[in-house]
């Protein structure tokens, strides 16, 4: 029994009165993994992100001491829709505020800091500043999902290539590795390759005309307002192309947390995409992925006894 045979994925509905459908992806030799909420609990690693993050940016803005009631109120109006706010690069949502704790601290810190009235320019970059103060802080507090260590050894038994790409330097997921790594008397870090920098946010990068045909957005329906998920990421797909070439799109797999940031442009060129939502994931993109072709959602990483 393979390692992806023994994990718990979700049933898939049928497509078309077609007949059951396989919960998990086979003939799989290559898989990919993102770090951040996939390979750790981004639920609990989430919080102390965010306590360091109000701490710096309460500096940044001068520490004023209705700071925590205007977060909070922001918070609160953000949290009424998490899909209708996040990462806007000009005027496409593509990295909406139910992803994580970072994304939503970044929203909420543009209100903050547009109140103090700085420019859009200079928003970004003390945002940015501020979100890699605070990740660098949190990687000595890193939690990972439980299951990874055998599921990691499992994998790279049982496949041909196992990598990470993350929006992350690869230097920092590295050292998150490597605390993995001496907790757990293992290797993972030096056998494992991480790629950084994927730039998974980049809609705007021109798609390669040589590339799989692919729309620019897909339209999920919900009750509110419709998801916009705009698929032609192509910093990120022009990574993965490289680093599993030579092997078939329907032999490669990639494993996320967020379809936007991860799946998006995965599920239209051909590889399996396994999801792990979050508990702010809207159903209807969960139920998208279910009812994808190449689409899996994954329970967790603990892995069921062999047979």
């Given at each position: 029994?393979?390692?992806?045979e023994r994990l718990h994925f979700r049933e898939r509905p049928p497509i078309n ?37 109000k701490e710096k940016l309460s500096t940044r803005l001068g520490s004023p001491g ?162 916009e998920l705009y698929v032609r990421r192509a910093v990120q797909y022009a990574k ?68």
């Amino acid at each position: 029994m393979g390692a992806l045979e023994r994990l718990h994925f979700r049933e898939r509905p049928p497509i078309n009165g077609s007949g059951p459908r396989s919960r998990f992806p086979r003939n799989i030799t290559a898989i990919g993994l993102d770090c951040d909420g996939t390979c750790t609990d981004g639920e609990r690693e989430g919080v102390h992100y965010t306590r360091f993050f109000k701490e710096k940016l309460s500096t940044r803005l001068g520490s004023p001491g209705d700071f925590e009631e205007r977060w909070a109120r922001y918070q609160a109006m953000v949290e009424v829709d998490l899909s209708n706010y996040g990462w806007v690069i000009n005027g496409k949502l593509v990295v909406p505020a139910h992803t994580d704790a970072m994304m939503l601290c970044k929203v909420i810190a543009n209100f903050l800091l547009t109140d103090s009235g700085m420019e859009e320019s200079q928003r970004d970059k003390e945002m940015y500043a501020i979100f890699k103060q605070a990740y660098d802080q949190t990687i000595p507090l890193t939690l990972f999902r439980p299951g990874l260590n055998e599921l990691l050894y499992s994998l790279r038994l049982s496949t041909e290539l196992l990598f990470v790409l993350t929006n992350s330097q690869p230097d920092a997921v590295g050292r998150k590795f490597q605390i993995f790594d001496a907790m757990n008397s293992t290797d993972h870090s030096r056998a494992i390759p991480i790629h950084g920098n994927a730039k998974k946010f980049d809609v705007e990068t021109p798609w390669d005309p040589s590339w799989p045909q692919i729309p620019e957005l897909v339209t999920i329906p919900t009750s509110k307002k419709d998801i916009e998920l705009y698929v032609r990421r192509a910093v990120q797909y022009a990574k993965l192309k490289a680093i599993t070439s030579g092997f078939p799109s329907e032999n490669v797999a990639f494993v996320g947390d967020s379809l936007h940031l991860d799946g998006a442009v995965v599920l239209q060129t051909g590889m399996a995409f396994i999801f792990m939502p979050n508990p702010r994931t809207p159903k209807e993109e969960v139920a998208y992925v279910l009812n994808h072709p190449n689409g899996y959602v994954l329970e967790g990483f603990e892995l069921k006894e062999a047979a």
